[in-house]
């Protein structure tokens, strides 16, 4: 409702959360079950084009960031961390949550779910703590992560001090223009070969892996049956690799 009456230049910035009826965890409250935003400035870079904005309610806002300085404050700040320096804070510590013994257990007990046919596909999930040397600047991190992960998409957000949510994917979950709607099935996985040679061998044991594409299948099948009840036409490309920096997946794009 809020981008139909805007212009089109206008973002909004945010998520929601995979399941919004469950507890969240402390580490999670500051983002809620669902944040969404319009920044009041806004830096866009589109290949070598820079686009700054600055959104604000004419002709009484009484934070207009001009009036108040907020703006020539941001083009003059010096004491920001720099997002071009390198991230070489030292890990001292590092806990798993479950650890390796409880972690074997969980994939026994995935295993013998899928041979008694209580499941089809199971994902399983750890938490990973770091405590390191010095204080984590959110923008060095994301810079580092993004060298190392090229085709994925990057992100950034910090609702407040102290608390940040740092990633890259290379899944897009979907993209919509109007009433088209485009997404893709991403699963399926092998390492990056050390060569040429084995990294096209490991490709072609990828797409030759029976176990991987009944996986596959999965979740291209699910993801239909959700557009199935949305678009009246649905459309499935061919499956191939994605190459990443130290992955390679099975990718088929869907639209409706």
Known sequence: TLLA????RV????????????EESDSWQPFAAAQFFVPRLELRREGERFTLSCQVSLPDDATDPVRHGELRALMSA????????????????RADTPDRGAWNENVSACL???QEGRAEK?????QSDFFTDETIRPLSLLRA?????PNSFHYCFQPGDGVALVGASPE???RRDDALIETEALAGTRPRGATPEEDA???????????????HAYVSRTIRDVLGALCSNIEEGSSHLLRLGHYQHLLTPLRG
């Open 145 to 149: 992560i993004s060298l190392g992960t």
């Open 78 to 93: 010096e004491d920001e961390p720099d997002s071009d320096a390198p991230f070489d804070a030292a890990v001292i510590t």
């Open 5 to 8: 009456e805007s212009s089109e």
């Open 172 to 174: 897009r979950l979907y």
């Open 112 to 114: 013998s779910d899928f």
């Open 122 to 126: 199971i994902v399983l999930a750890r």
């Open 11 to 22: 973002r909004v910035y945010g998520g929601a959360r995979f399941d919004a009826d469950r």
């Open 201 to 215: 061998a490991l490709g072609e044991e990828l797409l030759a892996s029976d176990k991987e594409q009944r996986e």
